[in-house]
């Protein structure tokens, strides 16, 4: 697929992140852009490619539009911009009383993604993703190794959707439209791969990182995912039981941000400790 150039002089930087920046149109509010680092092209393509596959599905995301590429060489993808809208992250930061209602929303969003059934032939298993992270990880020993690969090969696969990087910042909503955003990672398998980011982006991450990514002190991230638990597991059952299996499904995370890091994480290590 060729990419459409464009010009960044139509565009004004609104954002960015790890791989990438955004940009909104100056002259269009419903066009925005992602644009990667320089050097990366076969991310956004891939990236383009699997949006329109996981929008295909009727997967509430924005529309992606065309595989892009700017005068100075750095490509991206162009999105049908949702204008006015706020990520359930900065909506509980904004209204801290409606912690609420917002995990609730968000916890329905999370149950019907995951009754969502994918083609197991589109898409990667999120078994296989881990693994594959596991392998390539160089802070865990090989006996530690073995006992996490025998963890994620016996986890029970599930035929629905995984979003990849469930976090409260990757859910939008504008009146009583709702969307995910950064489906970059967009799979199919265990729902608990999925939950166990959420419970490490609300508990397990500490309180500089939840204020400097979800604008709130921890004691409202946590407060969030103590209201979202019960509505996506059900009432009756008590919190530090789902903790107990959620546990070892965030600390996983932790071979995403050793990755990133290029560092051990101890702090996400010590929810393993069931496995090792």
């Known amino acids: 697929m060729e990419a459409i150039k464009i010009s960044l002089n139509d565009y004004v930087l609104s954002g960015g992140g790890a791989n990438g920046e955004s940009y909104d149109h100056k002259s269009d509010p419903s066009v925005m852009l992602k644009l990667y680092f320089p050097g990366k092209i076969q991310q956004p393509l891939d990236e383009m490619i699997l949006a329109r596959k996981v929008y295909d599905l009727g997967i509430p995301t924005p529309e992606p539009g065309e595989y892009v590429v700017t005068e100075d060489g750095r490509y991206g ?131 500089p990182f939840i204020m400097e990514t979800f604008h709130m002190p921890k004691s409202l991230s946590t407060r969030f995912w103590q209201e979202f638990a019960p509505v996506y597991f059900g009432a009756g059952r008590p919190l530090a039981e789902i903790e107990e299996e959620i546990g070892p499904y965030a600390g996983l995370k932790t071979l995403i941000i050793e990755r990133d890091t290029k560092r051990p994480m101890p702090e996400f290590r010590a929810v393993l400790k069931s496995i090792l």
């Open 77 to 207: 993808i162009r999105f049908k911009r949702i204008v006015g809208k706020k990520s359930y992250s900065r909506a509980t930061a904004d209204e801290p009383e409606k912690v609420g209602l917002f995990a609730s929303e968000f916890a329905q969003m999370c149950l019907q993604l995951h009754s969502t059934h994918v083609d197991q032939n589109a898409f990667e298993n999120v078994k296989d993703r881990y693994l594959r992270l596991l392998e390539a990880n160089p802070f865990f020993t090989p006996a530690e190794k073995d006992k996490l690969g025998r963890f994620i090969a016996d986890t029970p696969d599930e035929d629905t959707a995984v979003h990849g990087d469930l976090q409260y910042s990757n859910a939008i909503f504008v009146g009583d439209k709702r969307y995910f955003i950064d489906l970059g990672d967009f799979c199919w398998g265990n729902h608990l791969f999925d939950i166990g980011m959420v419970y490490l982006c609300c508990c397990l991450s500490d309180e």
